[in-house]
């Protein structure tokens, strides 16, 4: 079973960097996830797909790897590019946009 090291992204309801500057160790699904015919919940047989490990640096998670004999890949971050917006563009004269009222 392969791991995947990653960098996640931030979430659609975050703005600041929390929780992102971590790299993590996650297994790569084995098998497929079923529907459950009596609740229709979503479930699977899977146990490693629970286990989720978090490192300072990418080089802590791909030794971490290495120790253990676990097969990785690595997927590096899109660098991400700095948004400069401030409320009062919004109302700005000039403004690209239309207005929608």
């Given at each position: 079973m392969v791991a995947r090291i990653y960098k996640p992204?931030?979430?659609?309801m975050q703005s600041g960097p929390a929780r992102t500057k971590?790299?993590?160790?996650?297994y790569e699904p084995e098998a497929p996830r079923e529907i459950d015919p009596l609740m229709g919940w979503t479930?699977?047989?899977?146990m490693k797909s629970q286990i989720s490990l978090a490192f300072d640096t990418k080089e802590?998670?791909?030794?971490?790897?290495?120790?253990?004999g676990?097969?990785?890949?690595?997927?590096?971050?899109?660098?991400?590019?700095?948004?400069r917006k401030s409320y009062a563009d919004n109302f700005r004269f000039g403004r690209k946009g239309s207005w929608t009222h």
């Open positions: 992204a931030q979430t659609a971590e790299w993590v160790l996650e479930s699977s047989r899977d802590e998670a791909i030794a971490y790897a290495e120790r253990t676990i097969p990785y890949r690595v997927t590096e971050p899109k660098p991400r590019r700095a948004v």
